[in-house]
């Protein structure tokens, strides 16, 4: 009887990290959608908040990490427990950095907002949505170990990089144009490339996902196809 008490209780704690990841991404995505609000709205004091809000989600970086450390610690994992929870303390650092570029997107926001705005906000909101829902469909894989949904994440990042490209060209043609919008056009560059980080991070979990299921790892694919040829090279 006290080893089905234990593991009951095991199996809580392994709800309980679930749970508190789940929640975790779903705070992320929040702030990624306010803080893309705040910029096309034009909305300051929202944008304000969601820097406040990133208090929150360091202390649930900080808790599900030790959550993660005391379940290894007492709990011995094996096999698949072990890999989901090794993985949840990597999966929990991308979400925190999410966070971050939230934070930095931002701070941004409230400088462009204090200016004439240079052009309608097209290409960004779409690429915050893409990577709110790369976020979502990477956590939803992991959770659910479902290694065919995670593989469809790592697709979508092309799309995030194709409208960051794009908007670049479009926003050096401004400042080519007109050396007055610099500022604002630098600026509208770099919330573009936090959003490409937001989608690198999405993909960094769907990536980490395919190893907990297959124990495959897909990482890094051109380092290693050239050391394979480097290697080839040299026998």
Do not use: W
């Not at 034009?42 to 649930?60: F, G, W």
């Not at 979508?156 to 056009?185: G, H, K, Y």
Request: with cysteine; glycine share 4%.
């Amino acid at each position: 009887m006290p080893s089905e008490h234990t593991d009951k209780q095991y199996e809580a704690e392994l709800r309980d990290l679930r749970e508190r990841l789940l929640f975790m991404a779903g705070k992320v995505e929040e702030m990624i959608a306010f803080t893309t609000r705040s910029l096309v709205e034009r909305d300051s004091d929202l944008a304000r908040q969601m820097i406040e809000a990133d208090m929150d989600i360091n202390r649930l970086e900080v808790e599900i990490d030790e959550l993660c450390l005391r379940l290894l610690a007492l709990r011995q994992p094996a096999a698949r427990d072990l890999r989901f929870i090794t993985l949840a303390l990597k999966i929990v650092t991308d979400l925190e950095r999410i966070g971050d570029e939230c934070v930095n997107i931002a701070r941004r926001a409230v400088e462009l907002n204090a200016e004439p705005p240079l052009k309608p906000l097209i290409d960004i909101p779409r690429m915050a949505g893409t990577a709110q829902e790369m976020v979502r469909q990477a956590l939803d894989a992991f959770v659910e170990g479902d290694d065919q949904k995670a593989l469809r994440v790592g697709p979508r990042d092309d799309e995030v990089d194709a409208l960051n490209v794009q908007l670049f060209r479009e926003l050096v043609s401004f400042m080519i144009e007109d050396p007055r919008t610099i500022t604002r056009a630098t600026a509208l560059i770099a919330i573009a490339k936090h959003l490409e980080r937001i989608a690198d991070h999405a993909t960094n979990i769907a990536e980490m996902v395919v190893f907990m299921v297959e124990g495959k790892d897909i990482r890094h694919p051109r380092s290693r196809a050239g050391g394979t040829r480097r290697e080839m090279t040299n026998s």
